[in-house]
Structures are given as C-alpha cells and as structure tokens.
C-alpha cells in the first residue's frame, strides 16, 4: 500500500521534473502562437471587456458608465429581436447544410468517388460570399429576377424572396447553405472513408439495404466529424453579416437584423462602440455555452470506432 | 557605428511617420474626400486650377463610394488620419460637430469677407450651429418627376401640370391609373383591369427612404402642410404623428392595394433606376442628381416633369452638400484656402461647365443649366423649382440624424408592408424620436 502510493508520487514527481524541462522548451516552440493569440485575440478581447463598460462613440474619449450598457441591453427588444432572428436563421441554415451534407456524402461514398464531383461540390464554398450574395440577389429579385421570370412563366405568383418579411430569413438561410453544404459534404465524405470496409462487408453480409446501413453503421460511426461539422456550421452560421449586409441590410421590419449585423450597425452606424462591445461580448457567452453544450452532448472527444 | 546606424534609421522613421506634409519644400498635401465619382473629374480640374495658383500646395482626391463613405470618414478620425477636407451631406455632420470633429470657420469667413449672398438661399446657413460654421455650400438639387416618354406617349397622359391630394390622389393618381397597363393590356382606368397582373405599373415609389422621404413621401406630405421639425437646423422636436404626413403615407401605401405600384414586398431590390430601366414602370421620383442617370440611359427614353401640386402648392425638397475641414488637420490655413477655392465662383464654374450637378452659386448655375442644353438634356424645371421662393423645404437637419432614419424608416416600413396603419406606426416612431432629445 505505502510501497505502490510511494511508488506513485515518485513517478508523479519525475513527470513533474521532466515536464518542466519539456515545458520551456515547448513554451518557446509555442511563444509565436501567443504572441499572435495575444496581439490579435486576447489584447482586443481585453479592450472590449473595457469598452462594454464604456460610452464610447469612437470619436470621443470613452467615459467609464459601469454596466449601463448590460443594462439597456437586457431591455432592448431589438436585441432580444436579432438573438431570435438568428436563432431561426441557425436552425434553418445548419438543418440544410448538415441534411444536404449527409446526402450528398453518402452518395459520394457509395456511389463514386470522382474526384471531379468532389471538387465540383467545393466550388459554391470558393465564391467569396459578397459575390455569392450579389448573384443571389439579381437571381431572386421581386420584380427582375430569373426565379421569379421562370415563376410567372409557369403561371404562378411571382414571390418577393428577400423584401417579403416571411421569405427573407429562409432566402438568406438557403443562399449560405448553397454556398456552404459542399464543404459539409466534404467534411462528412472523409469522416465516412475513416469507417473500416469490413464493416459495410459485414452488414451486407447480413443483408441490410443501403437506409439502414446508413443510420445503423455510417452515422454512429462518423458521429466525431458530424460533431465537428456542426460546431463549424454552426458558429459560422451564428457569423452571418455579409449576405445581410448585401442583399437585405436587416429588413424588411428587423427580419433580418441577426445579432453580428445589429452589432454592426450599432458600432458603426450608430457610432456605439461601447454599447456593441457589450452586444459582442454576450455573443461570445451564448457560442461558448452553445459549443459546450454541443460537445457534452455528441461526447464528440470519443469515437466508437475505438 | 551601430549607434549611428540606429539614429540614422530613427531619424528616417521618424521623417517618413511625420508624412503627408514634409517634402522639405515647404510644400503641403492636402487630402480631400468625396463620394460621387462622377463628380471626381471636375474637382480634379478644380485641384489642378488650385495647384497652379499655390504652387505650395499639392491636392490629393480620395474617393469612396457612398456606402462605405461615412464608416470610412469614423474610423478615419478614430485613427488620427482623416482627410483635411470632406465633402459633408447636411444630415450626417451634427454628429461629427457635437465630437468635434469639424474646424469652425466662421473667423475665417469673417476675416475674409466671403460673400455668403452669392450661394442659393438657405444652403449657406444649414451649415451653422450656435455661431459657428462648419462649412462653405458646393452645390444643391431638387426633386422631380422621371418618365418613360413612350410609356407615357401611348398613354396619353399630360404630366407638365400635375395636381395631387391624399384623399383621391388628384389628376396625378388619375395619370398613375392610366398609365398601369394589366396582362391583357387593359389599362389602370379601364372596366376589367385586373390589379393582380399587372405588366406595367405606373409608378415604381421609393419608399425605402429613410426619414425624410426625399424622393417623395416628405415632398408631397410637405406640399400637404405637413413640417418636419420645429426649427431647422437643429430643432429638437419632431412632427411625425402629423395626421398631414400620415394621409400622405396611407395614400402612397394604397397605390400598391390598387395596382398602381408594386406591393412593397415585392418590390425590386435593385432600385428605382433599374426598374424604370427594365420598361416596367412608367415613372418615379427622383433627385437632380440622377439626371446623367436617367437621360443617358441607354435602354429607355426619360424625360423629367415637375412633381404635382399638392394643397399647399408644389413642394419639392432642396438639399445640398458643403465642404469642411476636419479639425485635427495639420495644414489649416492650407485646408481653409482649398475649402475657399471650392466655394469660389471659379470652381463652381468648372463644375457648372461638367454638367453633373448643380453648384451652389447661383451665377453658376444658369452655366450648369447651359451645359446641361449644349448636350440635349431638357432639365430647365430643377432650376425653376429651386428659384419658386415657396417651392421648396429644406431636409430637417438635428441631431440623432442615423438613429431617427432607422426609427422612422423602420416604422414605415410597418406601413407598407402592411403590419400597422399609418397613424399608429408613426405615433410610435415620433415617440421614440423625440425621447432621444429628451434623453440628453
């Protein structure tokens, strides 16, 4: 008993010496990563901590109002607005993409494996997203756009797809899952060529059909990449202004003002910068918890295939 | 010898951060700012005019489209590294002014004597807050109606003498009618017409226009009676619960439930100019400084008419923009002798001469107007109505100016799209307007 706890300390203790000889010499290897982790996050994250506690306007000197900003915040209904907005736009967004992301992945992997198909998927991803937005936006415009054209030529309505406040949100959704379920796609294709062969043998073997092959062996088995595939997403979803700020600019009526646009537009419209910061900083609550919350759930650091 | 090298390079560093100015001559840049580029030709002839009479002084052009303009001007100033002369819309500048962004150049003004009678009426005082002035007026538009000539040919319509009311709309909604031409080619006062397929409609409205409905809500409200603000510039007390401003919005909203215009959520996201464009609609209204726009279009024929005549007469929004200084600039005297020049009549003529715009003295532009008739441009009646004395208002100028646009236009946009009636969207707005001036 005493022997194997001796025995135990002492093994901690040599790991302990032995790391700390490792530890400065990996602190040099990792001083380049700080510095830029501190200049360009830590130091900025820092200051907007300070400048949530601020008046800031960007052109006067900031004066200290303590949580003032925290407290409009909690009463401010366009707030409130932009955090629901957003929440809609994430469910549909990241519903899509991880749905289309899946099909066309299996697909991949079942079907072909064209590495010109594979490329062909990524190329929507490539557009830079203001062009993307700006195409999307002749495509579906009310009165002059193709989809609208191709509408009334069947003899249907034609649809105000980004002025219409019931259609705008879905648009934008569908806009940005066009442009990012190729890479979706990618990310699960390769988490599915992880699942050994002998398995898929084994369930053939056993005759299940392709549906059930899916849900029973591919997606428990690639559960770590479609967890890591949804935090993407979803944080990048969480992200969304450019395609805001180009096609619709928060309207019609607030139905598409989501969070980042709104603190945009308080910082630099409004020249709030103390006010956004706060709005900033509840953001950053909201992801972390949301990607805990995501982790816990999935057990995305375990995969069964071990 | 490390020593000397170190001061060496300190001394090279600190030469090349002082920058802008020192070429060692003596000789100064100044940078001055805009956002029109078709404008940028003829204040470049402007600088080179200047630059030949002070040799001293070298005039860099920085021009930035209107949408990034004023985010690009913030951060500009937050950074120190503004440029030393802005072009400034009358709207945007109380904010700059209450940070003290903005150099007073009244002394100057006074110490030189600039006559402020040569500029249009109004244009100069829009740029003064309690005693101090900001800037010196470049030039001005006016409101007017755009046509289709043909559409407006095969109506049959006469729009030189237009009236309006926002209870039946006058002989202008009996034009729009006529001029809105269904599927089956059944015209908007015709037995039959179906408002539900229209092919043309006649009028493509802005309504997406902020709080003050330039290109058209707030001149026919005004030609109504309706009054934005209680003193302008300015003021502190806004009027928006006018039930005169609320008939007028209702009365525009009804255009879209009779077919006239487009449901404002199925309008194009593209703007006015490129439905019109497109052969879709028959007319809008729009701004003198569309006028190269519109007439050079190669798509469709336009011509201007003068906007109708409500209650209250013909009212048409007179805005115009100013050069200021920025008031960190290291150069002032230099920054004040360009602003001079800008405002002098020999700019303007240069500017008048280019025919883009309208300059804001008024010798200049019966030159604008002469330049606009040598290239076949009939635009004579943006002239007249800026010279009517009661035809027409000045844009409310106050404080809060971005933060008012986003409430009012918000709460219209209630209106159109048919959520609340006009009365009660605007009641709530101005409400909320006028808590920002009590909030300070």
């Known amino acids: 008993m005493t022997a194997m706890t001796l025995a135990k300390s002492a093994t901690r203790a040599r790991a302990r010496r032995r790391g700390h000889g490792d530890g400065r010499t990996a602190l040099g290897f990792l001083a380049p990563v700080f510095l830029g982790f501190a200049v360009f996050y830590l130091y900025p994250a820092v200051r907007g901590a300070w400048y949530s506690l601020t008046d800031w306007n960007l052109l006067s000197e900031p004066r200290f109002v303590g949580l003032d900003n925290y407290a409009t915040l909690v009463g401010d209904p366009l707030f409130w607005n932009s955090l629901k907005v957003t929440a809609y736009y994430v469910v549909l967004t990241v519903g899509m993409q991880i749905l289309g992301g899946l099909l066309l992945a299996a697909l991949l992997h079942r079907l072909t494996r064209s590495l010109v198909l594979r490329s062909l998927l990524l190329v929507p991803w490539l557009v830079p997203s203001v062009t993307t937005a700006l195409l999307w936006m002749w495509l579906l415009d009310a009165n002059l756009g193709f989809f609208n054209h191709l509408l009334t030529a069947a003899g249907l309505d034609n649809q105000g797809f980004l002025t219409s406040p019931d259609l705008a949100l879905p648009s934008v959704a569908t806009i940005n899952a066009w442009s990012g379920t190729g890479y979706t796609a990618l990310l699960l294709y390769a988490g599915m060529l992880l699942v050994p062969p002998q398995i898929y043998e084994a369930a053939a073997i056993d005759g299940t059909g392709e549906v059930r092959t899916f849900l029973s062996v591919t997606l428990p088995l690639i559960r770590p990449i479609l967890a890591f595939a949804l935090v993407v997403s979803l944080i990048s979803s969480f992200q969304l202004f450019d395609t805001v700020a180009v096609t619709t600019k928060g309207g019609p009526v607030n139905a598409t003002r989501v969070i980042y646009f709104y603190i945009y537009e308080q910082a630099f419209t409004h020249f709030k910068m103390g006010y956004a910061s706060a709005l900033a900083l509840s953001l950053v609550l909201v992801l972390g918890a949301l990607t805990f919350v995501q982790m816990r759930l999935l057990r995305a650091s375990t995969s069964d295939l071990t | ?440």
């Open chain 2, 1 to 440: 010898m490390m020593k000397k090298a170190f001061m060496a390079a300190t001394a090279v560093l600190l030469t090349a951060s002082c920058g802008g100015g020192g070429a060692g001559d003596g000789s100064v840049t100044l940078t001055y700012s805009l956002w029109d580029d078709a404008q940028q030709g003829a204040y470049q002839q402007c600088a080179d005019a200047f630059q030949k009479a002070n040799p001293g002084i070298r005039i860099k052009i920085d021009q930035h489209a209107w949408d990034e303009y004023w985010q690009n001007l913030t951060t500009r100033m937050v950074s120190g590294d503004a440029p030393d002369v802005i072009t400034m819309q009358a709207s945007y500048y109380p904010q700059f002014v209450k940070n003290g962004q903005l150099l007073d150049i009244q002394p100057m003004v006074q110490a030189e004597k600039v006559d402020l009678s040569q500029y249009w009426p109004g244009l100069a005082e829009l740029w003064v807050k309690d005693g101090k002035r900001y800037g010196l007026p470049k030039d001005w538009d006016t409101i007017a109606i755009v046509y289709n000539v043909d559409l407006v040919k095969k109506a049959g319509v006469d729009l030189s003498d237009l009236t309006w009311n926002p209870r039946d709309g006058g002989s202008f909604e009996k034009a729009l009618a006529r001029l809105t031409v269904d599927t089956e080619g059944r015209r908007g006062d015709e037995p039959g017409f179906d408002k539900d397929n229209v092919a043309v409609r006649g009028i493509v409205p802005e309504l997406n226009d902020g709080s003050q409905g330039q290109n058209g809500w707030g001149d026919l409200a005004v030609s109504n009676g309706f009054t934005f603000i209680d003193k302008n510039p300015f003021g502190t007390r806004y009027f928006y619960d006018d039930p005169r401003l609320a008939e007028t919005v209702t009365w525009f909203k009804s255009l879209s439930d009779k077919g006239y215009a487009t449901p404002y959520d199925k309008n194009s996201s593209l703007g006015p100019d490129a439905v019109l464009n497109s052969g879709k609609a028959a007319l809008g209204i729009t701004g003198s400084w569309m006028i190269k726009t519109y007439l050079d279009s190669t798509e469709q024929k336009f011509a201007f008419a003068p906007l109708p005549k409500g209650p209250q007469g013909r009212k048409s929004a007179f805005n115009g923009l100013a050069d200021v200084i920025y008031s960190g600039t290291e150069h002032k005297d230099a920054a004040w002798k360009w602003v001079k020049f800008l405002g002098s009549a020999e700019c303007q003529n240069i500017v008048a001469d280019s025919a883009v715009v309208f300059p804001a003295i008024t010798s200049a532009t019966e030159r604008a107007l002469a330049a606009h008739e040598a290239a076949g441009r009939d635009v004579r009646l943006f002239v007249d109505q800026a010279k009517d004395p009661e035809g027409t208002f000045l844009l409310p100028v106050s404080d809060h100016g971005d933060e008012i646009n986003q409430i009012v236009g918000t709460a219209m946009e209630e209106v159109w799209l048919g959520q609340k009636d006009a009365t009660s969207a605007l009641t709530a707005a101005n409400r909320q307007v006028n808590a920002l001036f009590a909030g300070e």
